[in-house]
């Protein structure tokens, strides 16, 4: 097992794709949890996901999209939250919406940096 250094290959430039979920509260405490292990998130903050499913990759397409949410990394791979575009937490200026398809195959507009869309146009 690599749990120990789930990071490692991230060095060498071989990210594992990240995987999406939708941000999730704790039932009990006001704080986010990991989707996949109900650990306290990372967050919230700018985050990155690797290999993004893009709804729209003629606008925009990225190996790795910075977004804004939470993070767990303790798995092999990243699992990524993002705020919804439309969410009044999300930082407005200088962000945009962009379309992903979250792991369970729901479409999700999260929040990107505007320049990280206008520059690959
Ligand atoms: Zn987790």
Known sequence: MSDAEPDGLARYGIAAKSVVREPTRDRHEPMNVCAECGAPAEGPASQRIHHPDLSNPDRLSADVLPCYGWRCERHSYT???PLQFADPRSPSDGW???????????????SVPAQEVSASA
């Open 79 to 81: 699992v990524v939250m």
């Open 96 to 110: 945009t919406g962009v379309s992903i398809e979250l792991a369970d195959g729901r479409e999700r507009e999260i």
